[in-house]
């Protein structure tokens, strides 16, 4: 008798879970649809708002203070499908289990997104009905699109002036690529939004004025003109089952009748396979539209059953793929996606178990230590509350205490099955400032207290500048580095003083180049000799480092290899033009000599320092700048002022977009310009306007930028 893939001990079978994520452009609505999520689950029974600091997942100091998510919150509620017209009852029927992650739409905190996105199996991107698809948005789709990650569009704020579904859903359709199909249609809009028009089942859902929650709605038939619009909108939506699902397209060319249920499963099966995007329409903050997203939810997004299986390499032979299926009785195997520093509980790792399960006092394996280590508690997380539980199943995403060493993007598993997964990928910091204590009580405090931070964050580094003795913190932007002296403060009690902000610029060559160097030295006694010849040449951008040892014949011995590699390493990390990091270097290490008596380690490792030096010089040096995508929202009567002001940061202009009175500039401006410009912007737009960027590329620096820089440099 084969052995199912559920725990007879588990709340929720596999089939009954869903791990989602709400992810969209800063301030499409993300947290006040988690809310309202949560108030009509039944977890929360009073309905907080972000503006008044309210909110279940902002529920950090700073998070209620700005208004804005900063760290991803997760939280867990149980759903029961809408199975009858009137008042919703959340006891009807089986409850499904919905694991969700609330993330930021700051660019500055894109680190969040990315690492949950990794380990959840569906997502709703929400857009503001207004301003449609947004850079952060495409930021976003492009993070769903790496991990494969099915979604249901959510189009909000329905309820705003100037808000158009029709539009939004094209946008969705043209800058993203997506085959964007309308389920949910919301019926009118502003302040005529009176509910949704159920495509597939050609029914109105009305909320009632009377309840201002939402809570009650009432299924109704649709008037002709709602009918003509619900019946276009299904054909389209046939029309494109037809051609990514066999059953339906057989069904749909046979000319048989296709029910509203094979419809909805044809569009499960499409949407698992990214091969369709339903779109719903609504108002979070209005109350209207958000029960039947959940729906939405449960039809169409998967359960950890329908994801494919993890899949990860052997830790000892890298040409070995494992899998870890969801099961239950498989073994345990599980990604650490976040850490946290509480300071009730400690440190907590974050978890999404893919396959077995694991119980308070388990000993688990980190894949990248190689290491033992006790599972001290279970937690549940409840935003930042706690719930202590005793067994965390496949699926499930929970918290970990225990793990002193683990990391983000560690695996962990059980004892024998040496898997490892693929962790998520973090962008390199881009703003630099340096830090100091305010009293020397701060000193003691300080290190510690950014070592948690840089464990909690991977887009945040910390480092020592070695000839200033300088500690330099590094992040993704102003407001990153800003928030993490506001935690420094709060969480830690450490005072400190901020140096101004730095750009994290880079060093790079242009061509390629030799380097020799021979190091000769003797003064009495044992003497100092190492000979090394190598050649540098430019990797294509984005590539990094890399290294092909050419030697032959012995002429430097295989014990002095690694001396030399290390000294290579060590050169990138100081460029001959400013003493930035080298970036995107090739090197071949193709020869040299030796001495039987005055080599060494430490010559070698020298030597090749000094040959990778004369090599730089000779390669055509050039700095490289981060450049930003700039995007802007202002009004048409202010537009020319914001694209002069752009032009004079040196940027360039490559979209201009206007709708509804509103332009959407789209720019490529190097992060150096880029300093104050919230306030500048402000003021040419008399408090208007709005802006979000992010990181895109480096590039070269201009020569006369470059004359300035250096200048002040000496």
Aim: aromatic letters at 6%; glycine letters at 8%.
């Amino acid at each position: 008798m084969s052995v199912g893939p559920n725990s007879p001990d588990r709340a929720f079978p596999l089939e009954r879970t869903r791990n989602i994520g709400i992810a969209a452009h800063i301030d499409a609505g993300k947290t006040t649809l988690t809310e309202r999520i949560l108030f009509y689950t039944g977890m929360i029974h009073k309905i907080g708002e972000v503006h008044d600091g309210q909110a279940t997942t902002d529920w950090m100091e700073q998070e209620r203070a700005r208004g804005i998510t900063i760290t991803s919150a997760a939280v867990t509620c149980e759903w029961m499908q809408s199975e009858e017209a009137g008042v919703y009852k959340s006891y009807l029927g089986e409850k499904q289990r919905v694991n969700i992650i609330d993330t930021p739409g700051h660019v500055d905190f894109t680190a969040e997104v990315e690492r949950s996105l990794r380990v959840l199996d569906g997502a709703i991107v929400v857009f503001c009905g207004v301003a449609g698809v947004q850079p952060q948005s495409e930021t976003v789709w492009r993070q769903a699109n790496k991990y494969g990650v099915p979604r249901i569009v959510f189009v909000n704020k329905m309820d705003r002036v100037g808000a158009n579904f029709a539009a939004v859903v094209e946008d969705v359709r043209s800058k993203l690529g997506a085959n964007a199909h309308p389920v949910l249609i919301p019926m009118g809009s502003e302040d005529e939004l009176k509910g949704q028009i159920d495509v597939i089942n050609l029914k109105a859902v009305l909320y009632s004025d009377n309840d201002l929650l939402g809570s009650t709605y009432e299924v109704t038939e649709l008037t002709d003109e709602q009918l003509e619009l619900a019946l276009e909108a299904r054909a389209s939506l046939l029309e494109a089952l037809a051609d990514v699902d066999e059953e339906v397209g057989l069904k749909f060319l046979d000319e048989s009748e296709i029910l509203p249920s094979d419809i909805k499963s044809g569009l499960r099966r499409a949407t698992l396979a990214n091969a369709i995007v339903p779109v719903v329409g609504g108002s979070a903050f209005k109350n209207k539209g958000v029960q039947y997203l959940l729906d939405a939810v449960v039809d169409y997004l998967p359960s950890p059953l329908e994801i494919p299986a993890a899949k990860g390499m052997q830790v000892d032979d890298e040409s070995i793929l494992l899998e870890a299926p969801a099961n239950d009785n498989g073994k345990f195997c599980a990604l650490a996606f976040k850490l946290w520093s509480d300071k009730f509980v400690g440190k907590l790792v974050f978890i999404r178990v893919y396959s077995g399960k694991v119980s308070k006092g388990d000993k688990v394996f980190n894949s990248r230590t190689g290491r033992a280590e006790r599972v001290g508690r279970l937690i549940q997380i409840q935003s930042n509350d706690h719930k202590d539980i005793d067994t965390c199943y496949a699926g499930d995403i929970a918290a970990i205490v225990g793990p002193k060493n683990a990391r983000t993007g560690d695996t962990l598993h059980a004892e024998g099955f040496d898997i490892m997964l693929e962790p998520p990928a973090f962008p390199d910091p881009v703003i630099s400032m340096a830090v100091e204590p305010k009293t020397t009580a701060d000193s003691d405090k300080l290190s510690e207290a950014l070592q948690r931070l840089a464990e909690e964050d991977p887009t945040f580094v910390v480092s020592t500048n070695e000839e200033t003795g300088q500690t330099i913190i590094a992040g993704m932007g102003e407001l990153h580095l800003e928030i993490i002296q506001s935690r420094l403060l709060s969480e830690y009690a450490v005072r400190t003083n901020a140096g101004k902000p730095q750009i994290a610029y880079r060093e790079a060559i242009a061509k390629a180049a030799g380097g020799e160097y021979k190091l000769v030295k003797q003064t009495g006694g044992k003497g100092q000799y190492a000979h090394v010849i190598l050649r540098v040449s430019p990797n294509e951008r984005g590539k990094g480092f890399t290294l092909n040892n050419r030697i032959t014949g012995g002429e430097i011995p295989s014990v002095f290899i690694a001396p030399c590699e290390s000294g290579i390493r060590e050169s990138l990390s100081n460029g001959v033009i400013l003493g930035y990091p080298v970036v995107d270097v090739h090197v071949d290490l193709i020869g040299g000599s030796s001495h039987d008596v005055d080599s060494n380690e430490h010559a070698f490792k020298i030597a090749a320092i000094l040959a990778m030096r004369e090599a730089f010089t000779a390669a055509g040096p050039m700095l490289l700048e981060p450049v930003m995508q700039v995007a802007v929202d202002v009004p048409d009567d202010c537009s020319g002022d914001i694209i002069g002001d752009l032009n004079r940061r040196r940027g360039r202009i490559s979209e201009v977009d206007t709708r509804n009175g509103l332009s959407h500039i789209k720019s490529e401006v190097p992060m150096a310009e880029m300093f104050g410009y919230a306030t500048d912007m402000r003021s040419l737009s008399k408090g208007r306007a709005s802006f979000s960027m992010e990181p895109l590329r480096f590039e070269e620096v201009p020569t006369a930028i470059l004359e300035r820089m250096t200048e002040q440099y000496v």
